[in-house]
């Protein structure tokens, strides 16, 4: 079952993070295991950065998010790109019932981490099998327990917003509770143009590369191809046993 984190909700912090992560460099790595005839899931779609990047590569590309604010920037987004192919829909990724079966499910930025507890990893991977095809994809990029990021209290980023030239820095103070698997961290956003300081709370569950392999494995899914994007993430490129 869903909740969602403050920080999904907040408008203001939205935009921030927007342009964040229209300057990662991960989107390429889909780019690889898609082609033209696809109908395209994503799940957890956020602010739709992936979703309308593979758009003008596949057939169709239907986004979910239990955000509405996301949801909302989203279909901005669609807007502004004026494409026809794109669908956004305010949803439960857990409980969403899709008339078609699609050729393959994206989940970018790891959503995975917004997955707590076994029962609902195992509910949204059922959930993504009833989705897809017989030949169907899995794709998505997630960050992982063994990443060195953990072992530094903090990681600050400076940023420029390309349409406006402003600046602000984006800093994360970093608690890993290994008991728990947890990753929380507070993320404090410096605007120096608008003289603004947000600061707002995240929690993300971790997982280890191992624990990634036995869940895809126990889910009925091998891993096609692992590889690391010049980010934080990983990418895994899955299709169905
Ligand atoms: C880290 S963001 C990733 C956003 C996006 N995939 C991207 O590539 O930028 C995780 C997203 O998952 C969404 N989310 C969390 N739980 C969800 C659920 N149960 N159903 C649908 N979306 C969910 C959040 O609202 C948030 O937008």
């Not at 005839?37 to 590569?57: E, T």
């Not at 669908?87 to 857990?94: I, L, N, P, R, T």
């Not at 029962?119 to 994809?137: T, Y």
Request: one cysteine or more; glycine letters at 4%; hydrophobic letters at 40%.
């Amino acid at each position: 079952m869903g909740v969602l984190q403050a920080m999904y909700r907040d408008s203001k912090l939205l935009h921030y993070f927007d342009i964040v992560r229209q300057q990662s460099t991960d989107f390429d790595l889909f780019r690889q295991d898609i082609s033209k005839s696809f109908d395209i899931l994503d799940l957890g779609c956020g602010q739709g950065s992936l979703a309308v990047f593979l758009a003008p590569l596949v057939k169709s590309v239907d986004g979910v998010d239990l955000s509405p604010e996301m949801i909302s920037l989203a279909n901005q987004k669609k807007s502004k790109m004026e494409l026809a192919n794109v669908d956004f829909v305010v949803g439960d990724m857990y409980h969403i019932n899709p008339k078609k079966r699609y050729d393959c499910v994206v989940m970018g930025n790891s959503v995975l981490s917004d997955v707590n507890g076994i029962e609902n990893q195992v509910a949204l991977f059922e959930k993504i099998r009833s989705c897809l095809n017989k030949s169907g994809k899995l794709l998505f990029t997630i960050v992982l327990l063994d990443n060195s990021m953990f072992e530094k209290e903090y990681l600050k980023r400076e940023i420029t917003d390309p349409e406006t030239n402003n600046k602000f820095s984006i800093r994360y103070e970093n608690q890993l509770d290994l008991a728990t698997s947890c990753w929380k961290t507070e993320i404090i956003i410096n605007d120096f143009f608008n003289n603004h300081e947000h600061r707002v709370q995240y929690q993300a569950s971790l997982y280890t590369r191992n624990e990634i392999l036995l869940l895809l494995k126990f889910m009925g899914f091998k891993i096609v191809r692992e590889t690391g994007s010049s980010g934080w993430m990983k990418y895994f490129s899955c299709e169905m046993i």
